[in-house]
């Protein structure tokens, strides 16, 4: 049986637990795994993200493709709205490469 995973959630934020050969990994308090340096795509370059001041300039996964920044890309006035929006929208791609971005890093850990 496996001994290792990594679980991702994504809400208001970015939240990562990893259990790396049967034991939980953390640092001197939680794992931060949502704030990851991420490359920004190139349509990117001038989107401020769910918070401009956040690591690495705003250019880490959580301030990316949390929730908020999910609704602020889809043009929503609030996170209630993600539920129906379409599923070809462009906020499900910057979400998919953010993610992706972030999962190369853990991966590389």
């Known amino acids: 049986p496996p001994t290792s ?3 991702i959630t994504i809400g208001t ?4 637990g990893l259990v790396v050969n049967g034991a939980p990994v ?7 795994g949502g704030h990851v340096a991420t490359p920004r795509r190139a349509v990117d370059l ?8 956040d690591c690495f300039g705003g250019a880490c996964a959580e301030n990316m493709c949390c929730s908020l920044a999910l609704a602020k890309r889809a043009g929503l006035p609030s996170t209630a709205g993600l539920a ?3 599923d ?6 910057a979400a998919a490469h953010y ?3 972030m999962c190369a890093n853990i991966v590389l850990l």
């Open 5 to 7: 995973c990594c679980y």
């Open 13 to 16: 934020g970015v939240g990562v």
């Open 26 to 32: 953390h640092g001197l308090m939680h794992p931060e």
């Open 46 to 53: 001038s989107f401020e993200g769910s918070n401009p001041k």
């Open 84 to 86: 129906k929006l379409d």
């Open 88 to 93: 070809a929208h462009d906020a499900w791609d």
């Open 99 to 101: 993610i992706g971005a």
